[in-house]
């Protein structure tokens, strides 16, 4: 890829690669969380970050992990929330285990998110990431809940550029005997299909850090960010099969195929107030892929900077706050 991005300009190339080196170079302090495991299914967990009111719970997709709902102490969404009195909760997915090799992504949905949506209760409202919001809407027409709000979540996966698709299907083709064999799908292996939807700024970004000061608050956000996009789990192999072959390449959710607890899962139906909230200038998941139902926002912010890019405070957080807040007292109607 990046010979590919970098042919006709060899600068370029040995930009993006001093780049790469100071990026795995860089010091990176200890992570650390207010937030306490609140209720557990085998290795998926709550945490709760505290708040008040109706409680939320933050679903993240299973690709890579929570923590980007908060990173750092100066770009933690989950943490604001919190001290504008919303009462935050984050899902966990943990490691997906080869035992589990059978269980789906809506297996997912019924084995772990709906009982967790159990312990916290019927009046919580959920608020799904990319495929997490995906994951939300099956959990919202098994378990209603008071509110629905969907953020950079595919659902139409013909809204993908066929190119992306056809990717896909490659890397499923590769993939699928050796995630057959080991049960799982290496995040190794997925993570190359999703640098490949948007090459050139996968090389652009490295060759952007090589001027930064790696003791600026720039760099050491960077180097955060990067660390959770390099750091997802695998996923059993029947997730991988479901995300790439079904949904990619099949489009089940687009053409309402998909199936959870035995259930259709088709967002029209909802009868919950539901927030939906695009990125024009996704190129992760691209606008044309969400759902097209609910009440819309339309965003100019990339699929990761959306949530902690330096607009985020001003932009999407506080539209969060001010959404959830509209639903906060609404009293539960099953």
């Not at 809204?159 to 992306?164: K, S």
């Not at 699928?176 to 190794?188: F, M, N, V, Y």
């Not at 789990?233 to 687009?254: H, I």
Request: overall charge negative; glycine content about 8%; some cysteine.
């Amino acid at each position: 890829m990046l010979r590919s991005e970098t042919r006709d300009d060899p600068a370029r190339m040995r930009a993006a690669l001093a780049g790469l080196k100071a990026y795995q170079a860089a010091e990176r302090p200890a992570r650390t969380t207010n937030a306490t495991i609140t209720a557990q299914v085998g290795r998926v967990t709550l945490r709760s970050y505290g708040g008040q009111g109706r409680p939320v719970i933050f679903i993240p997709s299973l690709i890579n992990g929570s923590e980007v709902l908060d990173l750092t102490g100066e770009h933690s969404m989950l943490a604001w929330l919190c001290d504008q009195g919303v009462q935050a909760h984050l899902l966990d997915w943990g490691e997906a285990q080869p035992e589990e090799r059978d269980l789906s992504i809506a297996g997912h949905v019924e084995r772990y998110l709906i009982p967790l949506m159990d312990d916290i209760g019927p009046d919580a409202a959920l608020v799904g990431y990319c495929l997490g919001g995906t994951m939300a809407i099956a959990a919202s027409m098994l378990r209603r809940p008071a509110a629905l709000a969907l953020i950079a979540t595919p659902w139409d996966f013909s809204g993908f550029p066929l190119e992306a698709r056809n990717q896909m299907q490659h890397l499923w083709n590769a993939a699928s005997q050796t995630a057959g064999d080991i049960g799982l799908l290496p995040a190794e292996m997925l993570q190359q299909g999703f640098w490949q939807l948007d090459a050139a700024r996968t090389i652009r970004k490295f060759e952007e850090f090589v001027d930064k000061d790696p003791a600026s608050a720039a760099a050491r956000h960077y180097v955060a960010v990067e660390d959770w996009a390099n750091s997802g789990s695998a996923l059993t192999f029947a997730a991988g099969r479901e995300l790439l072959e079904d949904m990619f390449v099949g489009n089940v959710t687009g053409e309402n195929r998909w199936r959870a607890g035995g259930t259709a899962i088709d967002p029209a139906r909802l009868t919950v107030p539901i927030l939906n909230i695009i990125s024009a200038t996704d190129r992760i998941t691209p606008a044309a892929s969400a759902w097209t139902g609910g009440e819309g926002r339309v965003l100019n912010q990339g699929h990761v900077g959306m949530i902690v890019g330096s607009r985020a405070r001003t932009t999407i957080w506080p539209l969060l706050r001010d959404w959830l807040s509209q639903v906060r007292d609404t009293r539960y109607a099953p």
